[in-house]
């Protein structure tokens, strides 16, 4: 069993709906929960983090938090074509903040 | 300024040869990192020095070396360059070691021919 795993996708939504983003992971003890976002050639670039059950939200992006489920999802709202990316799930539970990465889900919006 | 550069940004050489990838981060961060990550996208961390200590050290063949002359830089020489180590390698940084946010610099792309 992969470590953090998410679906690659491509997902894809209209312009202007919600796109739902998953991210399962494996370790119970995980304490860290970060979304990437990555466009292509690009580098990583943090768009939400959790640390604490429940939902944080951040302009138009939601991240959830559900560790009895060892479940993380990050919604975003009104989606745009300039949303189209791959987004890492990544997670960290030990004390040397070493992240493990989901593969990446890719999510297209179209016009 | 950039907060965390890495240079060369390319880099093609051929098989057998040896090459250093050059990391600094003007943040203060104490912990800094390297990534791989690999033709299907795949992110995985290397190594982690925090304040010029060694702190992570995966599964890396040993002709992956890395260097920290102080915490605010971090080198990584490859010996002997294979073709599998064709990939992007990302350094990145975060205030200490503690499950911090991470921060990315722009990635250097390695081929190796």
């Known amino acids: 069993q992969k470590e953090v795993e998410q679906n690659s996708g491509p997902l894809s939504v209209p312009e202007g709906a919600i796109a739902s983003l998953n991210c399962t992971y494996s370790?119970?003890?995980?304490?860290?929960f970060f979304w990437y976002r990555q466009y292509s050639g690009k580098s990583p670039e943090l768009i939400m983090f959790?640390?604490?059950?429940g939902d944080k939200e951040d302009g138009r992006f939601t991240a959830q938090l559900n560790k009895a489920s060892q479940y993380v999802s990050l919604l975003i709202r009104d989606s745009q074509p300039s949303d189209s990316a791959t987004y890492l799930c990544?997670?960290?539970?030990?004390?040397?903040?070493?992240?493990?990465f989901g593969q990446g889900t890719t999510l297209q919006v179209k016009p | 300024d950039t907060a965390v550069s890495q240079t060369p940004k390319y880099l093609v050489t051929q098989m057998g040869n040896d090459k250093s990838i050059k990391c600094e981060q003007n943040?203060?961060?104490?912990?800094m990192y390297w990534y791989k990550q690999d033709s299907k996208k795949f992110l995985k961390i290397m190594f982690s020095?925090?304040?010029?200590?060694?702190?992570i050290n995966e599964t890396v063949p040993n002709r992956f070396s890395p260097k920290s002359p102080d915490k605010a830089h971090l080198n990584l020489h490859i010996n002997s360059l294979e073709l599998g180590d064709s990939a992007v390698y990302f350094c990145?940084?975060?205030?200490?070691?503690?499950?911090?946010?991470?921060?990315f610099g722009a990635g250097t792309r390695l081929s190796v021919l």
């Open positions: 959790i640390y604490s059950n």
């Open positions: 370790d119970r003890g995980s304490q860290s």
């Open positions: 990145a940084s975060s205030q200490n070691r503690g499950g911090n946010i991470q921060y």
């Open positions: 990544a997670v960290s539970s030990s004390n040397t903040g070493k992240l493990i």
């Open positions: 020095y925090n304040n010029k200590e060694l702190i």
């Open positions: 943040l203060g961060h104490d912990t």
